[in-house]
């Protein structure tokens, strides 16, 4: 019975680094996520750019000013979904994650699009109703003859501050509560392995999802080559890290594509393709914020699974006692 104390003692005592573990983990991916959404919208400025003004210049120039900044802007919306998205890699529950093919990573991230607009569509008629109820308790407050004369600009002001204020307030503890809430069930190292390599498999995919639809926006300001099917220039996207990019410019990938001549059988054309394809491995490597952190995660995974070790050690060591334990107390001599 000491020895059986003894071990699950020390089964509490890992269970304790583990939850410690996960909280740091949890931090430790919150700023690894931020970090790596601004290098990965700064990559895709410059890869952008490449393109621009090194890949096809004379068909940017070809746009007017007008359609330079729409491009451009369209560029901005989809890096600033993607920071995102990347965000809400952390606000998944562990418990419904699951390792299934059935289930592609493209329909997970959309439903999560799905349930933020939805978020945002529930609370905008709140606010409007929470205005106006403020309006109307503050035009109750006053005496006639003041409440009969114009607010001003600076009153105006400062009840819409005060709305601002309480909106950002609630907003703030469902966040906290939230994390809390995910942080609790990182305890069980099960959940926390699976929790992780889910928020390792989706990076990559949104930087795909990403890189795709940069080219098919420089594809529609006619910057890349309209003849391009959207299937190759989804495929660009799927290259491998280890395909040498263009120049020694990351994050570009260079393509020779050969397409038959449909006026003559025996010709085929050969067109070369400047192609933006984010990766990981190179927003790592230009970024030394991006670096730091994910060293810091390797660490943390090191104790990790070194704790996970000696944490299956010792249940197994737990189990063998008490199998022991079971035999004599059903064992009889005839």
Request: glycine fraction near 2%.
């Amino acid at each position: 019975m000491g020895e059986i104390r003894k071990i699950e003692q020390d089964l509490q005592r890992i269970e304790v680094a583990i939850a410690d573990i996960a909280k740091e983990l949890y931090s430790k991916y919150q700023s690894y996520l931020q970090v790596l959404g601004q290098g990965m919208r700064q990559q895709l400025i410059f890869a952008s750019y490449y393109i621009c003004t090194q890949g096809y210049p004379e068909e940017f120039l070809k746009l007017s000013f007008s359609q330079r900044q729409k491009m451009q802007e369209e560029l901005r919306e989809k890096s600033k979904l993607a920071v995102q998205e990347l965000q809400e890699l952390l606000n998944q529950d562990p418990e419904s994650q699951q390792k299934s093919d059935d289930t592609s990573v493209a329909e997970l991230m959309m439903s999560l699009l799905n349930e933020e607009e939805k978020e945002k569509e529930e609370v905008v008629p709140k606010i409007k109703d929470l205005k106006e109820a403020i309006e109307f308790d503050s035009s109750e407050l006053f005496p006639t003859e003041i409440s009969s004369q114009p607010t001003t600009d600076s009153q105006d002001k400062e009840v819409g501050n005060k709305v601002e204020e309480n909106i950002n307030e609630t907003e703030a503890e469902k966040i906290k509560i939230s994390t809390e809430n995910i942080v609790d069930k990182l305890h069980n190292i099960n959940i926390l392995r699976l929790w992780q390599e889910n928020i390792e498999k989706q990076i990559p995919e949104i930087l795909k999802k990403l890189s795709h639809q940069t080219n098919c926006i420089l594809q529609k300001a006619e910057i890349l080559p309209k003849k391009i099917p959207e299937k190759v220039l989804e495929a660009a996207t799927k290259m491998e890290s280890g395909d040498t990019p263009v120049g020694g410019q990351p994050n570009i990938l260079n393509l020779l594509i050969e397409a038959e001549d449909l006026e003559d059988d025996d010709d085929a054309k050969i067109t070369r393709i400047i192609a933006i394809n984010l990766r990981l491995s190179e927003i790592e490597f230009t970024n030394i914020n991006v670096t730091g952190w994910r060293n810091k995660i390797r660490s943390l995974l090191g104790e990790l699974s070194q704790l996970q070790r000696e944490y299956n050690k010792k249940q197994r060591e737990l189990a063998v006692i008490e199998a022991e334990s079971a035999w004599r107390s059903s064992w009889y001599e005839d």
